[in-house]
């Protein structure tokens, strides 16, 4: 049935087709750079280390040593975390003297943490 299917959509018919909701949806959908990017942010979420630092910062303002005596981490290995995490705009630092803290980059980033742990504990 797979293969008949494949069939039908590589030939251009398709079994349900409501045309001025496709045609709505792909006015509004995004550029396919777009959503690539999107779709590397999410893997960023993908894993758990990052979302623990994530969780961390969610709660309190932290240097690399602070988050990784919580984590139980060398503070190499933060930091390799923390880099990513910038680069992915998802954190930001603030140096103090000698020390850099970071903290969730904005609000964006705090209502995903939010919202996915409403979600998770649902």
């Known amino acids: 049935m ?5 069939t039908e959509e590589e030939r251009g018919e398709y ?3 409501h045309e001025d909701t496709v045609r709505r949806v792909l006015a509004d959908m995004p550029e396919e750079e777009t959503l690539s990017d999107l779709a590397e942010l999410f893997k960023v979420f993908g894993d758990t280390t990052r979302i623990r ?7 309190a303002e932290l240097c690399v040593g602070d988050i990784a005596q919580l984590l139980g981490m060398t503070q190499t290995a933060v930091s390799h ?8 705009k998802l ?3 603030r140096k103090d ?3 850099v803290f970071y ?12 919202q996915g742990m409403e979600h998770v504990n649902e």
């Open 81 to 88: 975390q923390l880099r990513i995490l910038r680069t992915n």
């Open 97 to 99: 003297g000698k020390i």
């Open 103 to 114: 903290s969730l980059d904005d609000d964006h980033v705090r209502t995903m943490i939010g």
């Open 15 to 17: 079994l349900c087709v």
């Open 53 to 59: 630092i994530l969780y961390a910062l969610f709660e």
């Open 91 to 93: 954190v930001k630092g």
């Open 2 to 6: 797979d293969r008949e299917r494949e």
